[in-house]
C-alpha cells in the first residue's frame, strides 16, 4: 500500500476466456485445462472477439473439496505415551486423503466413521500430493476413549469475493481472478462441489498501510444462485440461471490492447450496489506470463478512496474496463510501497 492516496494492487490482465474446463490458466492468450490441452486454441490476436457481461458484485462462496486435506499433524497422548500415527504412516501436510479401506471420503465426518470403524485395526489410506496417487496404512491410536489418527482435516472453505464475468452464451461465471487455496498449506482446494449465494456488503475496515482492509457482508441462505465446477489459478468457475448476472455484454480485449493509464473498475462496496470508480494503470508484465499478477494499478477514485482506503478484501475478481473492453480482474493488493 502506498502513503496518501494511491493504493496499489496486482491483477490479471485477461486474453481469452472459456468456462467448461477443469481447471483453467491465462497463458500467452490461451486458456489451458489441467491436462495442458488448450480448451481454447486461439491467440489474442486472430480469434474472434468475445463478449462478456462484466459484474462487479460480491457473492458468497462456499466450496466443499474433493477429498479430505491435511492441514496439520498432531501427536495423540496414550496410556503408553506419545504417538503420531498419521505422521509414522508417511502422511503429510497438504495431503489429500481420498479412500480410506477402499472407500471414498469426501467429508471430515466420513474420516472420523472410517477411523471409528477400524477400532486400532491397520486401515488402507488413498491420498493425493502434488497431483501423484499415494498409498499408506495407519494403525489409529486409541486416547480418552476414542480412535484418532492424529491428523487435522479441512473439507470445506466459505467467504465473500466478487464475480468477474457472466457469459451470456452458456450461462457460465468466473469470480475471485484467482484460485481459492488452503489457508494452511497455500495449496488450491480440489472441487467436489460449491455454489455462490447472493450477498450484501454491511461493512468495510478500511485498508491502511500494512493492513490489506476487508468487506464485510451477509449472505442469502435460502438458496444458492449457482453452482460452482473449477477451482483453479485463475479463479472460481461456475454455472447460473438466476439473472442475477444479465447485463451488457462488452468485448474481451485483446492481449495487446492493453495499456497503461485510465481505466476503471466495477465492484460492490456498499449494500448490493455495483459501481464504476476511476484507477489508472502503471505498468504491465508481459514477461510474466501465465500468472495472477502481470497488471499493475492504483486507486484514484476519492470517493472509493474514502469508502474502502482502495483494494481490500472481497473486492479480488472485480472486472477492469478500458476503452469499453474487459481487460482484467482485481485479483491481489499490495499493502508495502
Known amino acids: 500500500m ?3 492516496k494511491s493504493i496499489w494492487a ?26 495442458e490441452q488448450p480448451a481454447v486454441a486461439c491467440t489474442a490476436e486472430t480469434e474472434r472477439v468475445k463478449r462478456l457481461v462484466p459484474v462487479g458484485r460480491t457473492v458468497g ?9 491435511v492441514v496439520a499433524l498432531s501427536e495423540i497422548n496414550t496410556s503408553e505415551g506419545a504417538v503420531w500415527p498419521a505422521k509414522d504412516c508417511g502422511l503429510e501436510v497438504g495431503d489429500v486423503i481420498t479412500e480410506i479401506d477402499h472407500t471414498s471420503v469426501n467429508s471430515i465426518e466420513e474420516v472420523e466413521h472410517q477411523v471409528r470403524d477400524a477400532g486400532g485395526d491397520a486401515m488402507e489410506i488413498q491420498a ?3 497431483g501423484k496417487r499415494m498409498e499408506m496404512t495407519a494403525v489409529p491410536c486409541l486416547c480418552d476413549g476414542t480412535y484418532k489418527l492424529g491428523a487435522w482435516l479441512r473439507d470445506s472453505m466459505a467467504g465473500i ?11 457460465t461465471f468466473a469470480a475471485l481472478g484467482h484460485g481459492i487455496n488452503d489457508v494452511d498449506t497455500g495449496l488450491l482446494i480440489p472441487v467436489r462441489s460449491g455454489g455462490i449465494m447472493a450477498s450484501t456488503v454491511t461493512a468495510v475496515v478500511r485498508g491502511e498501510k500494512s493492513e490489506p482492509g476487508q468487506l464485510h457482508g451477509t449472505f442469502d441462505l435460502t438458496g444458492d444462485i449457482g453452482t460452482l465446477f473449477a477451482n483453479g489459478t485463475g479463479g472460481v468457475f461456475g454455472r447460473t440461471t438466476s439473472g442475477l448476472f444479465d447485463g451488457q455484454a462488452i468485448p474481451v480485449a485483446k492481449k495487446s490492447e492493453a495499456h497503461t493509464g485510465a481505466a476503471v473498475i466495477r465492484c460492490n462496496v456498499e449494500g448490493d ?6 484507477v489508472e494503470i502503471l505498468r504491465i508484465y508481459p514477461e510474466l506470463g501465465d ?42 493488493v499490495c499493502v508495502r510501497p
Not at 450496489?273 to 476511476?278: C, D, I, L, Y
Not at 495472477?292 to 483494494?311: A, F, S
Request: aromatic share 8%.
Open 273 to 278: 450496489k455495483v459501481e464504476e470508480f476511476t
Open 10 to 35: 496486482w491483477f490479471a490482465i485477461v486474453c481469452c476466456v472459456l468456462a467448461w474446463i477443469a481447471s483453467c490458466a491465462v497463458l500467452a492468450g490461451k486458456v489451458h485445462t489441467g491436462a
Open 128 to 130: 493425493l500430493r502434488n
Open 2 to 4: 502506498k502513503e496518501g
Open 291 to 332: 500468472t495472477t499478477r502481470n497488471l499493475l494499478l492504483q486507486v484514484d477514485d476519492e470517493r472509493l478512496l474514502r469508502i474502502t482506503g482502495g483494494i481490500v478484501q472481497g473486492m479480488s475478481g472485480s472486472p477492469i474496463l478500458q476503452n469499453g473492453k474487459l481487460v482484467g480482474a482485481v485479483t491481489h
Open 61 to 69: 462462496i462456499k466450496l466443499f473439496s474433493k477429498g479430505v486435506m
Open 161 to 171: 469475493g466478487t464475480v468477474t464475468y457472466f457469459d451470456p452464451q452458456d450461462k
